[in-house]
């Protein structure tokens, strides 16, 4: 702010002087009142903390209502809510909105951010009926006031333009939520057989998607199974519909393999409307938004007859007794793979091994070679097999499959 004061008459250039003087003492006093933040600092734990959309009115898939009834047309105004102090300029030129109805760009409109309330304003006195919408915040524009860019898809990285675009569609009277562009891509929502044993050799795969996706392609070229070994099986495709799509191997599974289903990201698509930001179409395969390089979506499942181990304990008079439900290989049930402990630390034990658990499967009765303190924790490593060279399925809800990673038993 200047003032003109060469020119005044004492008089009003005094009065000039206490008007300055009182801005400055009202500055001062609200950097010095701890009710009122200082827009100086940045919000959360670090300048580096990437800044998002926290909301927007309407909210996305609303209608965005007229606010001035006495005239003519849609006067309304859309409000975007950042979570922390973003650079003005930045911001401003970060803004574009899309009316997805006629693929045109929306020209005349009124942009504005207050920077206290941390809110961008996108005005427009004359929005065009029967429309959706999409408000398009650029990264690359759009930076908070410690240059951090806007994470549009909220997976804490900086993925830049266009995938961290922070979007949010509306529509105008006459139009409706269904006509609104989708603001995320397609996931797999589920497979089928999903990380679990199955015991058909010809099974029914079946993929599910979060958004419609293109049927020409949910096809066999983009549904790759492999075994273990590396070998592939040939999929054929047996039925589809809008969001799902099931496949059967041509040749049968071998017992004792594992199975990867790999979804191809670069091939299959959803069938969004018209106008959905290209970028939208590919499959998020590690859900955390869209990105540059998306990886493709993997699960796996075990194709076996023989069941995984699985091991319970439960309290005796100074031990703890292991029930497993197979028939285990003794020989891997030593003191490094079978243990206690207590407050003290290890607890050093004998094993007593028996055949009397349900269904004659090996039972262990672990007597304590001293005194414990405090309740026991008992712990069995996933590398114990059964007698028929199964691994131990010890994670805390059994998967059918043994010795992955999170396959170490520890139970109270
Ligand atoms: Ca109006
Ligand atoms: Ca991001
Ligand atoms: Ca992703
Ligand atoms: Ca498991």
Same mark, same amino acid.
């Given at each position: 702010m200047v003032y003109q004061v060469k020119a005044q008459k004492p008089k009003a250039r005094a009065a000039l002087l206490l008007v300055a003087a009182l801005l400055f003492a009202m500055s001062c006093s609200k950097k010095d009142n701890?009710?009122?933040?200082?827009? *100086?600092l940045p919000l959360g734990?670090?300048?580096?903390n990437l800044p998002y959309v926290t909301?927007?009115?309407?909210? *996305?898939?609303w209608q965005l209502m007229d606010?001035?009834?006495?005239?003519?047309g849609i006067q309304a105004t859309v409000a975007v809510t950042f979570s922390d102090y973003m650079d003005e300029a930045s911001v401003l030129s970060g803004v574009s909105v899309l009316n997805t109805t006629t693929g045109e760009a929306v020209a005349g409109l009124s942009i504005s951010y207050n920077a206290d309330a941390r809110k961008l304003f996108v005005r427009h006195t004359d929005w065009t009926r029967s429309a959706a919408y999409l408000l398009v915040l650029a990264p690359g524009g759009a930076k908070n006031r410690w240059n951090v860019p806007l994470d549009? &898809?909220? &997976?804490?990285?900086?993925?830049g333009d266009p995938y961290d675009n922070a979007l949010s569609t509306f529509y105008t009277e006459?139009? $409706?939520?269904? $006509?609104c562009v989708s603001t995320a891509p397609p996931t797999v929502? $589920?497979?089928?057989?999903?990380?679990t044993r199955i015991t058909e050799t010809l099974p029914d795969i079946s993929v599910a998607f979060s958004a419609a996706m293109d049927s020409t392609t949910?096809?066999?070229?983009?549904f790759k199974l492999l075994s273990v070994t590396g070998s592939s099986v040939q999929l054929d495709r047996t039925w589809f519909s809008t969001w799902q799509v099931g496949f059967r191997p041509r040749s049968p599974l071998r017992y004792g393999d594992m199975y990867t289903i790999t979804v191809v990201g670069a091939g299959v698509r959803a069938d969004a409307?018209? *106008?959905?930001?290209?970028?939208?179409?590919?499959?998020?395969?590690?859900?955390?938004?869209?990105?540059?390089?998306e990886p493709d979506f993997k699960s796996y499942f075990l194709c076996d007859t023989l069941r995984a181990p699985t091991v319970s304990v439960t309290s005796i008079g100074n031990g703890t007794r292991f029930d497993f439900t197979e028939l285990m290989?003794?020989?891997?049930?030593?003191a490094q793979n079978v243990r206690t402990f207590d407050a003290g630390g290890y607890v050093p034990g004998t094993m007593v091994y028996s055949r009397?658990?349900?269904?004659n499967n090996t039972r262990i009765d672990y007597y304590f070679s001293r005194p414990t303190q405090g309740g026991h924790r008992a712990f069995v490593s996933r590398q114990v097999t059964s007698a028929a060279n199964r691994m131990l399925?010890?994670?805390? $809800?059994?998967?059918?499959?043994?010795?992955?990673?999170?396959?170490d038993f520890w139970g109270q």
């Open positions: 701890p009710l009122l933040l200082d827009t *100086n734990t670090g300048a580096g909301g927007v009115a309407p909210q *996305n898939g606010d001035d009834p006495h005239t003519a549009g &898809n909220r &997976n804490g990285k900086a993925d006459g139009s $409706s939520p269904d $006509s929502t $589920s497979i089928t057989p999903d990380t949910l096809v066999s070229d983009n409307l018209r *106008n959905t930001p290209q970028y939208l179409l590919l499959l998020d395969g590690d859900y955390d938004g869209p990105d540059q390089n290989d003794e020989s891997t049930l030593d009397n658990a349900p269904g399925d010890g994670q805390p $809800s059994p998967n059918g499959i043994g010795g992955e990673p999170w396959d």
